[in-house]
């Protein structure tokens, strides 16, 4: 026991120390508590109810019992239980004060360490940062090396140029999980294509005086990963000592033990942030799942589940010291026994006379215990004529509540049917929604008309200004005397247009060429697309098929087989299987026949679950049996639990005309009979051929409620003569319930099937021929063309030379040449009218507008209305459901109550019987023993065991044995035994009262760092929060995170519009790609303020940022990391970085990624 209590605080003390984080707030300059005085106060066990959150009562230490009496009376009393997390989140105080109290003083520590942030460089860590890394063969990188500064690296290049590798390298090499990385999954995805080996190494700084085994690994340690396309690892660990020379370990528990030295926690994920994991978090994450992403990122998780582990072992310790407090009145009881049997063998020296009067007590000891037995019995006859009276009662409150409970059921159901009218409110939303739709479109073709409008008003005021100073000037021109040159202008001019319209002409032709054939292609792949799906969809006809076959053949050798996979053997396994109650019976569908093949789909549906179902008298067999169904290939198996329970169901059947499932059913056992009828009610419910003659009936013939029809519709009445009809759900191709029910053999269904299975292959076979042809077509289509666009580009450049030409001619000729002033005047004229007719036409669209925005307003207003009234009729369902839930329960409870108390009934009748016999059998007993007694000796009173007595007795003719024959066990050796088990009680007292105490100083120790924990994450959640904020306010921007700890939620407010003061919150889903970048760029770094890990790595932050956003981010992260304490900052971008951003960055450029691709070709869909 003590080495339990040793193992426990091992595991207290491994949790704490190992897990990389420490239990109290790091980084906290103001005060939580003494911690010293309260580790004094826990020792002395004076914790109160103020220090403890879960508020225990003060540690009682009480002195050792040093009497055997008052430790005999001592009941073992459990210590105080220490509450769980989730208990303690329950119980925690009020947020919003403790918020209060130390927001402000947060929040002015923050600012003031950021106005100190540009003055202040940090210390370079001594041990746990990346010197460089070394990829081989690793994702796209055949040989390359990064090295690393010791505090601010960028790593930018190209897209696909390896930068997001190195990252999943570091994770790789310093043993992360690979699905941590978010680019593979599995060792053997991050190989290069074409090798089937690759290799990480990396490269940690181990110098100062926490440095790891330096007098090993000297001041730097290696760590390679090396792993192949055959799925093996391997690590080789080396250190700067000797040059890195020799392997000094190659075990994955060295690697950890580095890794949990150092702190560096690659599968955090705020340590190793990917894009994807940035953007999910943001844009597509639960509350839960961030507050759980904040736990991970600060390392609470961690120290959270190593507690509960702790927890869980002195739960176990507890439970073992209770169980081996079993063995002090074992002890007890052998001293107690060494005692006796010591004072007995000195008695029997002496008292040889006493065994007459022994065995004349003894005589009345029997006498007395027969008399005791009498009288229970007679108790016993009283209780069990009560039991029966107590179990009639129950079964008749049980029968009234079942009762209620379908009373209430039906009135629910007729209220869910009375105010459904959501249906009629959907018709009238859409229509309006229709009208409303058309009337905007016509707005919208109105105002469209009147910008058009507007635009050509402008038009015409422009051509009529430029128009008269066109007519200006020509009246001033004199005439020209150049018509010569004019001439030949135009004649150029016209030879220039025939020749520009042949080539466009030409350009047109040969771009409608490539349209109709480029239109022919997709025909040809939209045509290859259907033929494949359809080629898909016979595939899975054939399997499908081919399974049916198979089943209906193991069907044919063993009907058994229809109702399960491979139930022959299953039954064979259940026969010979040792069962608590009645061997199962099942499947249930071998015992039911159908009368009428015309009721076999709709029995199908019905009735197919039962049918491979089993049932079993004992609810201990449930778990047994469907093992064995699981066993054979029957993953789901349907198990009823209940007793054989023959009772009357004659009073619950619709009159003899109507048909019922139980009566189209030939059903060979007739406890299947009540299992059906208390599954499916298969004795009260109708059946019909069609829906209106279900409506009929339940019209027409008193006590019918529920009626099935052949065509698949189940009709309800309620009590106040509602109805209530829904479709039955159909049965899958797929589906064993298929074959149930059947009237041809098995032979004929083979045949179908495989006349249905030689079809679907021929014409599977007639589709391979098509798709050949299909791309065949396209490909030579494609190569085509290729040829007509290299033509286009031909004549489109034939026709820019022309256009030039042409233009430069027209230049020309407006130099030469003046125009008519006639034909200017005429042309304004007509700009004029235009004018005119465009501003009647405007103030006709202008009052048409106006009138459809009439009527959209009162269409808003219906739409609003039907929106409420279906919110309530949704509101009045979702109440209507909750109420019928517990319904239903309660009507499922009171028959199972009944079926209870009916069992209970026969028991206790079986037991009155019983007692009756016992009762007579001891009274005859108890005379006759009696006679015999007084023969013996007068009445004696004793209150000793006859077997006490007779012990007694043993003994002195034991000791007047010895005594006279001097061998056996002397008076000496049953001292010695005296002795022996009075110092094993004694000893075993001492160590449970010294581990009990113990443990329960444990416990109040574990209080105290639970309490630590939820205070600490308090403090680092407001702390993140005021950081969150702070950041987001170097860009203008406002923010807050919501924390929930009692459901452990977290949600993300940003506001982008800080100079309006009544601008809304944004939820993270809606900002822009920049602001959400930021925005996860001000909520990492508030995370990085509460983490111990040395190294920080980001990847592509500012892929979706603008310049604005990227610039302040940026230069908020490099003073954010220059002003760190022994930090190391990896970041991944792929835009360039000035050189010149701040002293201490290093900048690693990857090369550009391998281009070779010049034309994509044709590719079947």
């Not at 947060?106 to 990829?135: D, M, S």
């Not at 599968?267 to 736990?295: C, E, G, H, I, M």
């Not at 034909?823 to 048409?848: C, M, N, Y």
């Not at 201490?1144 to 281009?1155: L, N, Q, S, T």
Request: glycine share 4%; with cysteine.
């Amino acid at each position: 026991m003590c080495s339990l209590a040793r193992a426990s605080i091992q595991l207290a003390h491994d949790a704490t120390t190992n897990s990389g984080v420490d239990p109290r707030p790091r980084d906290l300059t103001y005060p939580l508590f003494d911690r010293s005085e309260m580790v004094k106060r826990v020792a002395n066990g004076a914790v109160s109810e103020a220090e403890s959150a879960h508020g225990s009562k003060r540690a009682r230490h009480e002195q050792p019992h040093d009497s055997e009496d008052e430790y005999e009376e001592e009941e073992p009393r459990p210590t105080q239980p220490v509450l769980t997390q989730a208990q303690r989140d329950l119980a925690l105080g009020d947020d919003e004060a403790f918020e209060a109290k130390y927001r402000d003083r947060v929040r002015r520590e923050i600012e003031e360490k950021g106005a100190k942030r540009a003055q202040k460089t940090g210390e370079i860590a001594e041990y746990g940062i990346i010197e460089k890394i070394e990829l081989l063969n690793f994702m796209c990188h055949a040989r390359t090396t990064v090295p690393f500064g010791p505090q601010i690296n960028f790593v930018i290049g190209h897209n696909g140029s390896g930068k997001s590798a190195v990252l999943s390298g570091i994770a790789i090499a310093l043993g992360g999980r690979t699905a941590s990385t978010g680019r593979g999954t599995g060792l053997k995805s991050f190989i290069k294509e074409g090798e089937n080996v690759a290799e990480v190494a990396i490269t940690l700084k181990n110098e100062g005086l926490d440095a790891y085994r330096p007098d090993i690994y000297g001041n730097a340690i290696r760590i390679a990963r090396r792993f192949t396309d055959k799925g093996s690892s391997s690590y080789t660990i080396k250190g700067a000592k000797d040059k890195f020379k020799k392997t000094i370990s190659s075990k994955k528990e060295e690697l950890t033990n580095i890794t949990d030295h150092m702190n560096l926690q690659v599968d955090n994920p705020v340590v190793v942030l990917t894009q994807d994991t940035s953007r999910q978090f943001l844009a597509s994450s639960k509350p839960k799942d961030k507050y759980q992403f904040f736990l991970n990122g600060t390392s609470l998780t961690q120290l959270s589940d190593e507690y509960e582990t702790i927890l869980e072992s002195l739960k176990k310790t507890e439970t073992i010291l209770q169980s081996k407090q079993t063995v002090v009145p074992d002890l007890k009881r052998q001293f107690t026994e060494a005692q006796t049997k010591y004072r007995e063998a000195q008695a029997a020296q002496q008292q040889s006379r006493r065994v007459e009067d022994l065995e004349k007590e003894m005589a009345w000891a029997h006498m007395k215990r027969k008399k005791i037995q009498m009288e229970a019995l007679v108790t016993d006859h009283e209780t069990a004529k009560k039991n029966v009276e107590r179990a009639q009662s129950h079964i008749d409150n049980a029968k009234n509540e079942l009762q209620k409970a379908e009373d209430e059921i039906n009135l629910v159901n007729q209220q869910e049917e009375e105010g459904d009218n959501a249906g009629s409110l959907e018709d009238q939303r859409r229509k309006i929604r229709e009208d409303v739709k058309s009337k905007k479109d016509r707005l919208r073709e109105a105002k469209s008309q009147m910008s058009e409008m507007n635009n050509a008003l402008q038009q015409c005021n422009s051509a009529i200004k430029e128009l008269t100073e066109k007519i200006n000037i020509e009246e001033a021109k004199l005439q020209d005397d150049r018509r010569g040159l004019r001439e030949k202008l135009n004649l150029d001019m016209e030879r220039v247009m025939k020749q520009s319209k042949i080539e466009e002409s030409n350009l047109s032709e040969c771009q409608a060429n490539i349209k109709n054939l480029s239109q022919l292609i997709q025909t040809k792949q939209s045509e290859r697309r259907e033929i494949s799906a359809s080629r898909e969809k016979i595939r899975d006809s054939i399997t499908s098929v081919q399974h049916n076959i198979k089943r209906l053949e193991d069907s044919r050798r063993n009907a058994i087989n229809r109702f399960g996979s491979n139930l022959q053997h299953a039954l064979v396994d259940i026969d010979r299987y040792s069962w608590k109650g009645q061997k199962p019976l099942g499947p249930l569908g071998q015992y039911v026949e159908l009368k009428d093949g015309r009721w076999a789909e709709l029995m199908r549906v019905y009735l197919g679950g039962l049918m491979a179902s089993f049932a079993v008298t004992d609810a201990r067999d449930r778990e047994p049996l469907s093992r064995i169904l699981q066993s054979h290939g029957n993953p789901q198996p349907n198990i009823i639990v209940g007793e054989v329970d023959l009772f009357d169901y004659s009073r619950g059947e619709p009159p003899e005309d109507v048909l019922t499932p139980l009566r189209i059913l030939t059903v060979r056992n007739e406890w299947v009979i009540r299992l059906m009828i208390n599954s499916a009610f298969i004795e009260r419910t109708c059946l019909t051929r069609t829906r209106a003659e279900a409506q009929q009936l339940l019209d027409g013939v008193q006590g019918v409620n529920v009626v099935l029809s052949a065509d698949l519709m189940r009709s309800q009445k309620y009590p106040d003569g509602g109805f209530f009809t829904s479709g039955m759900r159909k049965l899958r191709s797929e589906d064993r319930a298929n074959w149930y029910f059947t009237a041809t053999g098995s032979d004929e269904q083979i045949r179908v099937e495989k006349e249905k299975l030689a079809s679907l292959e021929e014409e599977h076979k007639s589709i391979e021929p098509r798709i050949n042809e299909i791309d065949t077509e396209g490909k030579a289509m494609t190569a085509k063309i290729r040829d007509l666009q290299k033509s286009e580009s031909n004549i489109r450049s034939k026709v820019f030379k022309l256009k030039d030409e042409l233009a430069r001619l027209n230049e020309q000729a407006e130099e030469e040449a003046p125009a008519s002033v006639q034909g200017l005047q005429e042309a304004r004229k007509e700009e004029e009218e235009r004018k005119q007719s465009i501003i009647d036409q405007f103030k006709a669209v202008a009052e048409r507008e106006a009138a459809l925005n009439g009527e959209l307003k009162p269409l808003a207003e219906k739409l609003e209305n039907i929106r409420k009234q279906a919110e309530q009729t949704e509101r009045r369902n979702i109440e209507n459901k909750r109420k019928l839930e517990p319904l239903l329960e309660r009507r499922l409870m009171a028959v199972k109550k009944v079926e209870h108390y009916q069992k209970k009934l026969g028991d206790a009748m079986k037991d009155l019987d019983e007692a009756s016999q016992a009762e007579g059998i001891v009274v005859t007993e108890y005379e006759d023993w009696l006679r015999e007694a007084l023969t013996i000796s007068q009445p004696i009173e004793t209150d000793r065991a006859p077997e006490s007595i007779d012990a007694e007795i043993e003994i002195i003719k034991k000791a007047l044995r010895d005594r006279e024959r001097r061998h056996g066990q002397s008076i000496e050796e049953i001292a010695q035994e005296v002795q022996s088990t009075q110092e094993a009680l004694d000893k075993t007292r001492q160590e449970l009262k010294s581990i009990k105490s113990f443990n329960k100083g444990l416990q109040l120790a574990m209080n105290l760092r639970l309490d630590t924990w939820h205070i600490f994450r308090r403090h680092i959640s407001l702390r993140t929060k005021q950081q969150f904020s702070y950041y987001l306010g170097q860009r203008g921007y406002r923010g807050s995170i919501d924390f929930d700890h009692k459901s452990h939620t977290l949600d993300l407010r940003v506001i982008t519009d800080e100079a309006n003061p009544h601008a809304k919150d944004k939820d993270p889903k809606a900002l822009s790609g920049g602001e959400k970048s930021f925005s996860t760029i001000c909520l990492l770094m508030s995370l990085w303020e509460a983490l111990g890990c040395p190294i920080r790595c980001l990847d592509e932050f500012d892929v979706f940022m603008d310049q604005v956003n990227r610039h302040i981010a940026m230069q908020t992260m490099v003073s954010t990391a220059k002003a760190s304490d022994k930090k190391q900052y990896i970041i991944i971008t792929p835009l360039d970085v000035s050189s010149n951003i701040a002293a201490g960055v290093r900048i690693h450029k990857m090369a550009d990624p391998e281009r070779g691709q010049t034309q994509l070709p044709y590719v079947p869909a």
